[in-house]
């Protein structure tokens, strides 16, 4: 059991919303904890459209989503926000009352916060792999299907299929080689969007004779118990063939989901969280949910009504981390109490 | 993940078409998804059959894509969980047989992407990255069973 960290507020989600409310929790003195699915902070603009130019952030006549990202990571950076990546939040418990809200946040790495404030920014929910339409491949899910590797060791003596042409079918052909007894990959076309080098390396070892790769795609699945024995694999000649094999692991890259939040006993409306428009609280005080996540009469989604969203949360957060302070507005262009906190004065 | 008010997601206008070189003027603007320029108003007509068969024939704007009339219809099938940039494969299309030479092969991007998707057919497109114009009048596509 790890310790549980005590916070003001937990951010659900490090899409370019949630790290704009660090910014604006910092400047009113909260600290923050982000939890993000990801490896990395940005969402879908890292994610999704890192290079691909948007051309509707204030100030920005264009600007590319990593840019962004990257932007918002200096701007926050005074305010020393701490990262949970690649954790997914499960639970969320309330320990409070509408007054003095206490939230505690379980995540699927069992990392626990507790905080007195929620901002669930969590976009279009968690990104998780995509699963292809295949009948009855569930049943072998975690058993023989992976869409991601957390144990090498599982594969060690086994004949692993990689489905996929990106860098995650390439990096664990690559790296399961020396550990599977036969590594074949499987791509719809003689392409790859992988890294070059990995790609070559890839070439090199089908070359050798130590891994097969087969321009297919797979169609069904056979087996028996969760364990797989074979895939049905129709070859670009439109051929079909049966391929043995213990497990498989599709790389179709990643999906959104709502996942988990519908158990938090939020209300939903069509998968998105309603809050009012002043504050952006939810039905449950002290749970506020900023950027694409949300709904409300008018609502745009898009990345500057998140940035407005996550002010006024801000505001409104304030008066539950510190029932007792008067919050004062204050301008980051006249307040030397705001630029201290920036580390510009 | 479907329904009409996903065109609230057009989140990076037609960001997708060409890899714009950042930050430089010729570059500028790329292929946006047709606001301007093209003749506005004139309409056409594209066919969705779906993977049952069922056919829903709908008003396109010329200049606009293939995903975007298919969204403002509430056509079911067509996800377009990333707004059109072409980022998702979640608006995947089989171009009807009699269309594929008109509508042409998808660019090294949208071919990237396809990857993405599943049961990837000689005749797959991503509807985001096909522009409705007038010699496309009377398209038919095909959604897949499932966007993945």
């Given at each position: 059991?790890?310790?549980?960290?005590?916070?003001?507020?937990?951010?659900?989600?490090?899409g370019?919303?949630?790290?704009?409310?660090?910014?604006?929790?910092?400047?009113?003195?909260?600290?923050?904890?982000?939890?993000?699915?990801?490896?990395?902070?940005?969402?879908?603009?890292?994610?999704?459209?890192?290079?691909?130019?948007?051309?509707?952030?204030?100030?920005?006549?264009?600007?590319?989503?990593q840019?962004?990202?990257?932007?918002l990571?200096?701007?926050?950076?005074p305010?020393?926000?701490?990262?949970?990546?690649?954790?997914?939040?499960?639970?969320?418990?309330?320990?409070?009352?509408?007054?003095?809200?206490?939230?505690?946040?379980?995540?699927?790495?069992?990392?626990?916060?507790?905080?007195?404030v929620?901002?669930?920014?969590?976009?279009?929910?968690?990104?998780q792999?995509?699963?292809?339409?295949?009948?009855?491949?569930?049943?072998?899910?975690?058993?023989?299907?992976?869409?991601?590797?957390?144990?090498?060791e599982?594969?060690?003596?086994?004949?692993?299929?990689?489905?996929?042409?990106?860098?995650?079918?390439?990096?664990?052909?690559?790296?399961?080689?020396?550990?599977?007894?036969?590594?074949?990959?499987?791509h719809?076309?003689?392409?790859?969007r992988?890294?070059?080098?990995?790609?070559?390396?890839?070439?090199?070892?089908?070359?050798?004779?130590?891994?097969?790769?087969?321009?297919g795609?797979?169609?069904?699945?056979?087996?028996?118990?969760?364990?797989?024995?074979?895939?049905v694999l129709?070859?670009?000649?439109?051929?079909?063939?049966?391929?043995?094999?213990?497990?498989?692991?599709?790389?179709?890259?990643?999906?959104?989901?709502?996942?988990?939040?519908?158990?938090w006993?939020?209300?939903?409306?069509?998968?998105?969280?309603?809050?009012?428009?002043?504050?952006?609280?939810?039905?449950?005080?002290?749970?506020?949910?900023?950027?694409?996540?949300?709904?409300?009469?008018?609502?745009l989604?898009?990345?500057?009504?998140?940035?407005?969203e996550?002010?006024?949360?801000?505001?409104?957060?304030?008066?539950?981390?510190?029932?007792?302070?008067?919050?004062?507005?204050?301008?980051?262009?006249?307040?030397?109490?705001?630029?201290?906190?920036?580390?510009?004065? | 993940?479907?329904?009409?008010?996903?065109?609230?997601?057009?989140?990076?206008?037609?960001?997708?078409?060409?890899?714009?070189?950042?930050?430089?003027?010729?570059?500028?603007?790329?292929?946006?998804?047709?606001?301007?320029?093209?003749?506005?108003?004139?309409m056409t007509?594209?066919?969705?059959?779906?993977?049952k068969?069922?056919?829903?024939?709908?008003?396109?704007?010329?200049?606009?894509?293939?995903?975007?009339?298919?969204?403002?219809?509430?056509?079911?099938?067509?996800?377009?969980?990333?707004?059109?940039?072409?980022?998702?494969?979640?608006?995947?299309?089989?171009?009807?047989?009699?269309?594929?030479?008109?509508?042409?092969?998808?660019?090294?991007?949208?071919?990237?992407?396809?990857?993405?998707?599943?049961?990837?057919?000689?005749?797959?497109?991503?509807?985001?990255?096909?522009?409705?114009?007038?010699?496309?009048?009377?398209l038919?596509?095909?959604t897949?069973?499932?966007?993945?």
């Amino acid at each position: 059991m790890n310790d549980v960290i005590s916070t003001d507020v937990a951010i659900v989600g490090a899409g370019p919303v949630g790290l704009f409310s660090v910014f604006e929790l910092g400047l009113l003195d909260m600290k923050c904890h982000l939890i993000d699915i990801l490896s990395k902070p940005g969402g879908q603009c890292a994610e999704l459209y890192p290079e691909k130019p948007i051309y509707d952030i204030p100030g920005y006549p264009i600007i590319s989503g990593q840019d962004l990202v990257d932007n918002l990571m200096k701007q926050i950076h005074p305010f020393g926000p701490t990262f949970h990546l690649g954790e997914m939040v499960e639970q969320v418990e309330s320990l409070g009352t509408a007054d003095r809200p206490l939230f505690r946040v379980g995540t699927d790495a069992g990392t626990t916060v507790e905080s007195k404030v929620l901002i669930v920014a969590a976009g279009g929910g968690s990104f998780q792999p995509k699963k292809p339409p295949i009948p009855g491949l569930e049943a072998y899910e975690n058993a023989s299907v992976f869409y991601s590797v957390r144990k090498m060791e599982h594969f060690r003596g086994r004949r692993v299929v990689i489905v996929g042409g990106g860098d995650s079918a390439l990096d664990w052909a690559l790296n399961l080689h020396p550990i599977a007894s036969r590594i074949t990959l499987i791509h719809r076309r003689d392409a790859f969007r992988a890294a070059p080098h990995s790609v070559n390396a890839m070439r090199a070892l089908v070359a050798d004779g130590q891994m097969d790769f087969v321009l297919g795609q797979v169609t069904a699945v056979k087996g028996e118990a969760r364990q797989l024995t074979a895939l049905v694999l129709r070859k670009e000649s439109g051929e079909t063939i049966d391929l043995p094999c213990d497990d498989m692991l599709p790389f179709f890259g990643l999906t959104m989901k709502l996942g988990p939040i519908a158990d938090w006993g939020l209300n939903l409306h069509e998968n998105l969280i309603p809050t009012d428009t002043e504050k952006f609280e939810t039905s449950t005080p002290g749970i506020f949910a900023v950027g694409d996540i949300n709904t409300y009469p008018g609502k745009l989604k898009l990345i500057l009504c998140g940035f407005h969203e996550a002010a006024l949360a801000a505001q409104r957060a304030h008066h539950y981390v510190f029932p007792d302070k008067k919050l004062v507005f204050q301008y980051t262009t006249s307040s030397t109490n705001l630029q201290r906190k920036l580390g510009v004065s | 993940m479907s329904g009409p008010r996903r065109t609230a997601l057009f989140r990076p206008p037609g960001a997708c078409f060409k890899k714009a070189p950042l930050g430089s003027e010729a570059g500028g603007f790329p292929g946006a998804i047709g606001r301007s320029g093209d003749a506005l108003g004139a309409m056409t007509k594209v066919t969705f059959m779906d993977a049952k068969g069922e056919a829903r024939t709908v008003d396109a704007q010329v200049g606009s894509t293939v995903m975007e009339t298919a969204l403002r219809n509430s056509i079911p099938g067509i996800e377009a969980e990333c707004g059109g940039a072409c980022a998702c494969a979640t608006c995947h299309v089989y171009v009807a047989e009699d269309w594929t030479e008109k509508v042409g092969k998808p660019s090294q991007m949208e071919e990237d992407m396809l990857d993405f998707a599943f049961e990837v057919r000689p005749n797959s497109r991503l509807s985001c990255q096909i522009k409705v114009s007038e010699e496309l009048d009377g398209l038919v596509v095909t959604t897949p069973a499932r966007q993945g």
